[in-house]
């Protein structure tokens, strides 16, 4: 299985550049991994914002992959849970499994109505930036609760 993680807008703080590429090198032990950023709408309506920002998420995606949403109001999962989601779609022979992360305005229902599952990191808000090396964390920790390692205690 692949992962491919996809967010909207550059990395712009150094320290989560280098949170991000810290986990990305820890998750490719275990799978290959490509994060790809799709470029920021600025300057127009939430709506329009969200709407050409899914454009450039879905021409991202692969069309046979399955899409993970993360969205504050998606499921929400242990550590040890998303573990056993992760172990679910290897064993099922998903080849890639897409994570995106939408904008600051959310992501347009076209995106949400791809999305195989919708997750939830927290109930509490995040910024963007800080969102991604959470999902690149809590991903390394999965492969390594996957293969009995001591990460996770």
């Known amino acids: 299985m692949r992962l491919r993680v ?7 703080e ?3 550049r ?4 810290e986990y990305a090198g820890r998750i490719r032990r275990y799978l290959p991994l ?3 950023e799709v470029r920021e709408e600025k300057g127009a309506s939430p709506e329009l914002m969200r709407s050409r920002e899914a454009e450039r998420l879905l021409k991202n995606m692969p069309k046979a992959a399955r899409l993970v949403l993360l969205d504050e109001l ?3 999962y242990t550590s040890a849970g ?3 989601f992760l172990g679910r779609e290897r ?3 998903t080849q890639e499994l897409v994570f995106a992360i939408g904008g600051a305005y959310g992501v347009d229902e076209t995106v949400r109505s791809r999305a195989h599952r919708t997750i939830a990191l927290s109930t509490m808000t995040f910024t963007h930036q800080m969102v991604r090396v959470f999902l690149l964390e809590q991903l390394y920790r999965g492969l390594t609760i996957l293969n009995n390692e001591s990460y996770h205690h």
Do not use: C, M, R, Y
């Open 6 to 12: 996809l967010w909207v807008g550059k990395t712009q």
């Open 14 to 16: 150094e320290w989560v």
């Open 18 to 21: 280098k949170g991000s590429d």
């Open 34 to 36: 490509e994060i790809g």
């Open 74 to 76: 998606g499921e929400q």
């Open 82 to 84: 998303f573990a056993a």
């Open 91 to 93: 064993d099922a022979g």
